[in-house]
């Protein structure tokens, strides 16, 4: 287990204070290294809360240059970079606000090429994509290589949320065998409702990570802003699913999981 400073000691100290959490969930934290795709209004501020709560390294994933219509969400950016690639923008921002975290920019989309690599190098995924292709990509590298993924998505006032943990709960492809259309500048969004999805989103990587709490484990959250309606509904694991059903080339069962996997499914 790795040793807190005591600089961290005290940047972390309200949190090691609560109830379960302590010294221990602290130094999971730290010992963690999360993936995040998107980086836009819904990664980019799930990115921050996991940055300021201590995880050690952060890896962001994302391609394309900022743009004038993104400022009102993506609270990691400035005017001045509208044009220039956010993903640097964002890093800079993170080890701005806590110097102790390690981030990595990758100029990147998640593609078939990278997806392994990104996955293998990671204790947690978050998926905050804007197209179902990468998410797909992601769910599926996930699964290949046994790793929890936290899964959130939003449109206009609505969103959901769910945790992944291969072999124990549903997959992305169990919960949308068939994938919507998408087009990410096709709906409207106000930055509250991702910064909003944002916050359970890092929480919930927070709670795999450190055991503090129970996630969202076969379960998926629901959320209805405009009428400020939240549900969750029992999602199921479907055993003919072509990436993690038990003919598939993937499967596994929980006896196959990696430790850390296995103790998130347990938490």
Known sequence: MVNLSPNELERYRRQIMLPGFGKKAQQRLKSATVVV??????GGTAALYLAVAGVGRLILVRGGELRLDDMNRQILMSDDWVGKPR?????ERLEDINPDVE????????????VDSLVQSADVALDCAHNFVERDLLNAACVRWRKPMV???????EAYLTTIVPGVTPCLSCLFPEKPEWDRRSFGVLGAVSGTLACLTALEAIKLITGFNQ??????LTMD???MAFAKRRSYR???????GTHSPHYHNPLQL?????????C
Do not use: W
């Open 37 to 42: 795709t998107g980086v836009g209004g819904l």
């Open 87 to 91: 993903v640097f923008k964002a890093k």
């Open 103 to 114: 981030v990595e920019a990758i100029f990147d989309y998640v593609t078939p090429d990278n």
């Open 151 to 157: 899964e959130a998505a939003m449109d206009g006032m």
């Open 215 to 220: 996630p969202l484990l076969s379960q998926l």
């Open 225 to 227: 802003l405009h009428q």
């Open 238 to 244: 479907d055993r003919n699913c072509p990436v993690c």
């Open 258 to 266: 990696s430790n850390f996997a296995l103790a998130s499914a347990e």
